[in-house]
């Protein structure tokens, strides 16, 4: 099976560059420039902005919700900016950057829906499992709203239930695929892909080390650990699993203690938090590996990586 990369007449290759590539190389093939990595991100960017301010301009236009709370409608609208992430990466990485559909996805080109689902109920068990540490041990959590339930309780669980799970999807497309595959394609080492995206991914957030150490080493871990896994078990996942499973127990929990803007508009955490946290980051990692490995996921690309190969396959045959 030819590859992109593969040198033409008289041409040389690195070796490493030759047969199955892994998840974070699978941006990089001879058929769009190496410019175009940039320029990709910048478009999801730029595409993720506009449609950003749309849906929330209408949301402002229906509603506007007080300083320091958000309502069920400000949650699906802020969540609706998110999911948009997942067609602007899948169009961009196939049109631009001349990928073969679905490798964004995983390594056999599409969501492994199976694992997807195991790794999602090993994740809500963990984090309820940790929802009632916290809850047992008297862990400091974020917010303290005015008790009880948020008034439209009904309709932010809902929304959490309906989106939160696309939402947390458009943030992994981007993070821990479009753009730990682009770094990928300019520096072979994963750690350093995932480091880089990782650090990203926490700036994203608005979170800063020296704003708040605490709430930067929190998402720093998730980063890392979603981001080691994504290398791992050669797709998207298991890290789509843990940041879903996180955002639903946490907005579900914030509903019924009225605290849903402090989560979702957080500036700092306590420590006690974070720490359960990090452990609960690791835990996932470690149950994640192990349930790979029992399922014999694959972590290299047995396909082309770049879409003028397809045409070789043949009519009628399809990737996806």
């Known amino acids: 099976m030819s590859y992109a990369g593969t040198p033409g007449p008289g041409g040389a290759i690195d070796p490493r560059d030759a047969g199955p590539q892994p998840y974070h190389r699978l941006l990089r093939n001879d058929v769009a420039p190496r410019g175009f990595l940039l320029l ?4 999801v960017l730029v595409g993720w902005m506009f449609f950003s301010v749309l849906i929330l301009s209408v949301q402002q236009a229906i509603r506007t919700d007080p300083k320091g709370t958000v309502s069920w409608l400000g949650l699906l609208a802020t969540n609706l900016s998110l999911i948009v992430l997942i067609p602007l990466t899948m169009i961009v990485a196939t049109l631009l950057n001349k990928q073969t559909p679905g490798l964004l996805s995983s390594v056999i080109g599409k969501i492994r829906w ?3 689902a195991v790794f999602g109920a090993a994740a809500v068990v963990l984090e309820l499992l940790m929802l009632g540490i916290v809850q047992l041990g008297g862990v400091d959590v974020l917010g303290d709203g005015p008790g009880g339930r948020a008034a439209d309780a009904a309709g932010v669980i809902a929304v ?3 989106t939160s799970t696309f939402q947390a999807a458009g943030e992994e497309y ?6 730990l595959q682009a770094v990928g394609a300019l520096v072979r080492s994963s750690l350093v892909a995932v ?3 990782t650090v990203l991914f926490t700036m994203a957030h608005g979170i800063w080390p020296w704003e708040s150490p605490a709430l930067f080493l929190d998402r720093f871990a998730f980063g890392l650990v979603a981001g080691m896994l994504v ?3 050669g797709g998207l996942e298991a890290s ?3 940041h879903a499973a996180n955002n ?3 907005f579900i929990y914030a509903a019924m203690t009225n605290t849903v803007g402090d989560s979702l508009g957080a500036s700092d955490a306590p420590w006690s938090l974070v720490a359960v946290d990090v452990v609960k980051f690791a835990a996932f990692g470690a149950i994640a590996l192990l349930l790979a490995r029992k399922q014999g996921l694959a972590t290299r690309c047995e396909l082309p990586v770049a879409t003028l190969l397809v045409a070789d396959r043949g009519p009628g045959r399809r990737l996806l």
């Open 231 to 233: 290398i791992l078990t």
């Open 248 to 250: 639903v127990i946490t």
């Open 240 to 242: 789509i699993a843990a």
């Open 114 to 116: 199976r694992p997807l």
């Open 195 to 197: 480091l880089v995206t």
């Open 40 to 43: 990709g991100a910048l478009a």
């Open 174 to 179: 981007f993070f821990r695929g479009y753009l």
């Open 160 to 162: 959490t239930l309906l």
